[in-house]
């Protein structure tokens, strides 16, 4: 059910054919804003377009000229973008199956009460998967927000809102590529939010805990664990993140600038 709170406004969310990004274009659209599914894949974008009445834009965010011109889609289509939503990113999936014998390993020896096992994630960390990571996460973020804010500094006003994770906030332990890239998106959040408030431009980021998206960097048994650790007793849902996202975006936000507001059920506190 809309509350009007987008009022018509033009939505652009990168990532948005699936997960997350999808939770958070059906919120959009349900408050009122005509949506942009920006997406890699072409068939994801499609499929979150017709659910939401939107269009679908394909483009691989890690490529700056491919953002510029999906922007320039985006407003030939709906017109000038009010909301740009840098959402798009890539799992841990290689690095999460390299190092799963050595996690369950250590599931078992912390019941024993010592832990001796190491991950050696960081070591055996090929250079591809670490520019890779970066060059969605943080470039992404970069590349949309760039674009975003040349069309909305003309006018004087717009919202951005940055995925993070709350990897950004405390690192999380065997992932050091994807813990770099969310905790770069948050400095770079706080820096340009300072410069883009003056021409009406407010910009924030959103650091989710463990959300059940169907990925699969976790196995069945982390997944029971980070459960039972968390103090509201479960992972997150897509939707209660992408609510995080349209407050953010919305005028209910105005005083918001270079806030990380963390959906994450009380595993981290800030």
Not at 27 to 55: N, S
Request: hydrophobic content about 45%; proline content about 3%.
């Amino acid at each position: 059910m809309s509350d009007g709170r987008l009022g018509d406004r033009v939505a652009v969310v990168t990532g948005g054919g699936s997960g997350i990004g999808e939770a958070v274009c059906s919120r959009l659209a349900a408050d009122g804003a005509r949506v942009a599914v920006l997406d890699v894949a072409a068939d994801a974008a499609e499929l979150t377009a017709g659910l939401v009445d939107g269009i679908a834009v394909v483009a691989d965010v890690a490529d700056a000229s491919a953002v510029e011109g999906a922007l320039e889609e985006a407003e030939r289509l709906l017109g000038p973008v009010d909301v740009w939503i840098n959402n798009a990113g890539i799992a841990a999936t290689e690095n999460a199956a390299r190092i799963a014998d050595r996690v369950q390993r250590q599931l078992d020896e912390v019941a024993k009460g010592a832990v001796t096992t190491p991950l050696d994630a960081l070591v055996r960390l090929p250079d591809e998967e670490w520019r890779r990571m970066l060059a969605v996460h943080l470039d992404g973020t970069f590349h949309g927000t760039r674009a975003a804010a040349r069309s909305m500094s003309s006018r004087g006003a717009g919202a951005i809102v940055n995925i993070a994770s709350i990897c950004g906030l405390e690192g999380c332990v065997g992932h050091p590529h994807y813990s770099a890239a969310k905790a770069g998106i948050l400095g770079f959040t706080r820096a340009v939010a300072k410069e883009l408030i003056v021409q009406g431009i407010r910009v924030n980021a959103v650091a989710p805990g463990f959300v059940q998206t169907g990925s699969a960097a976790l196995s069945d048994r982390q997944r029971a664990v980070i459960s039972s650790r968390t103090p509201i007793g479960r992972h997150g849902r897509p939707d209660e993140v992408a609510a995080t996202v349209a407050f953010l975006a919305s005028d209910d936000a105005s005083f918001f600038v270079g806030e990380t507001v963390s959906p994450n059920g009380g595993l981290v506190t800030i």
